[in-house]
């Protein structure tokens, strides 16, 4: 009992030497998983001396579970997550013709980590399409459990397509489905609850960090009731739950319109002065525009399922791409996490050293900031910026860096714990 973390009133009690499950996943898991421990666990020991320890247990998941139990996804591993509530996983292929979408989706699901949060960040000499990458500061929250993501589709020409089809023109009164005789149908679920949970937590977090703002990105122009509904609500909590510590843009709006557009900036000027948090909203494709233009204009990001899949590559982009792009799946209410790489098996450089272990390391400093372990997190971050400021990258940075030199998977880990002071 004394090494698994407990949430108590709300707040995680950590013990120095916590069990930490994790999956070595599928693809290059095998190839990033060690080196991300020997990092880790030096930055740990270059924090806390021999004070604080993380103590790893592999749980099985993917091919290897596979291999052993006859079940990718085996209850051992779903349970031990529930128990120690905090672990870190690899990448998981998908398994052919079993009847499950997705691994990682069926871990979400299963544990209602309805939160993906993904921090985009950049690491100066690191390659970036954009002019002030050094601006970059942002935080998607991505709602983890809903939207199209529920997987209630059905395909043209089946039983269900055309009940459905049918349902809708004669019960509903539908008259715009263009080509109802070769239609396939998809549902989007978007609900108040699902909404508001991943709202408070984007809205706590950037309390807690002290991060300017929170922009609610949505298409509610086109969906009104599901996207349009979730920037509502999310405006209706602000208000309701942190208004206090918050001003939002429907207030400023409702100012400029009542009284006047000087005493809506007033209004706007002294919130800022006070350090509340601005809650906004942008329009989905307005957003992946003005994220690339005006970058330091975003902080914290809430959005759906389907927007923050999109919105996450493209943020990864601007600041070095998918080998150091971090992600972790949290349910805030229990305190459960589980951190991961961003990317996927990447079988095509699987077992030639060439796979960068950055994503996975930063989700393993991720983990440490969870943990509230900040001082063995920031000497990994400190480590990586002397690391890429020699340039000494794997190959995914190397082909786009001048005068760099190549290192191999393990060779980065061992040059960022060289580089740990
Ligand atoms: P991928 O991310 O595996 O690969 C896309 C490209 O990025 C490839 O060229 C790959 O070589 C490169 N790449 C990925 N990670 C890299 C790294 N760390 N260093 C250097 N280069 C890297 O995406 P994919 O090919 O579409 O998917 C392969 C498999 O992974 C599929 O089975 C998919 O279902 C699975 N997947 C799993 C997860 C997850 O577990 N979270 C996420 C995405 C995809």
Request: hydrophobic share 40%; net charge negative.
């Amino acid at each position: 009992m004394d090494d698994i973390i407990q949430l108590v009133n709300g707040k995680l009690v950590v013990p120095d030497t916590p069990i930490i499950p994790f999956i070595e996943g599928d693809g290059i898991g095998k190839d990033i998983t060690e080196p991300t421990q020997r990092v880790i666990n030096a930055a740990v020991t270059a924090a806390y001396g021999g004070s604080r320890k993380l103590v790893w247990m592999e749980v099985l998941a993917g091919e290897k579970a596979f291999k052993a139990t006859g079940n990718y996804l085996p209850e051992e591993t779903l349970d031990a997550f529930r128990t120690y509530r905090i672990g870190i996983k690899g990448p998981l292929q998908t398994p052919v013709g079993e009847g499950i979408r997705s691994l990682t989706v069926a871990l979400r699901q299963t544990l209602d980590l309805y939160v993906c949060l993904r921090p985009i960040r950049w690491f100066k000499g690191v390659p970036s399409p954009i002019r002030y990458p050094e601006l970059v500061d942002m935080h998607i929250f991505r709602e983890n459990t809903e939207d199209i993501y529920a997987g209630i589709e059905y395909m043209t020409g089946t039983e269900k397509a055309l009940k459905f089809r049918d349902f809708l023109i004669n019960e509903m009164g539908v008259d715009k489905i263009r080509f109802p005789e070769t239609s396939s149908f998809g549902v989007k679920p978007v609900s108040k609850e699902g909404s508001e949970r991943l709202i408070r937590s984007a809205i706590e977090y950037a309390i807690g960090r002290k991060l300017p703002s929170v922009t609610l990105v949505h298409k509610g122009n086109i969906m009104k009731f599901t996207e349009g509904a979730f920037k509502n609500w999310g405006y209706d909590l602000a208000e309701t739950e942190f208004g206090a510590q918050t001003f939002t843009w429907r207030q400023y709006q409702k100012l400029e319109k009542e009284k006047s557009q000087a005493d809506a900036n007033k209004a706007l000027q002294s919130a800022k002065n006070e350090g509340k948090v601005i809650i906004k909203d942008v329009i989905t494709d307005a957003f992946l525009q003005e994220s690339l233009l005006h970058p330091f204009d975003y902080s914290v990001i809430a959005t759906m399922n389907l927007n923050g899949d999109y919105i996450s590559d493209q943020l990864a982009a601007m600041v070095g791409g998918i080998g150091i792009s971090p992600g972790a799946n949290i349910n805030y209410s229990g305190g459960y996490a589980i951190f991961e790489a961003t990317h996927g098996t990447a079988p095509n450089i699987a077992g030639t050293g060439k796979a960068n272990p950055g994503s996975l390391i930063l989700s393993g400093v991720m983990m440490l900031e969870y943990l509230g372990w900040y001082e063995a997190a920031e000497h990994v971050y400190d480590a990586l910026e002397h690391t890429f400021a020699k340039r000494r990258v794997t190959s995914d940075l190397f082909s786009m860096m001048e005068g760099a030199t190549l290192l191999t998977t393990s060779g980065f880990a061992d040059e960022i714990i060289n580089n740990m002071h």
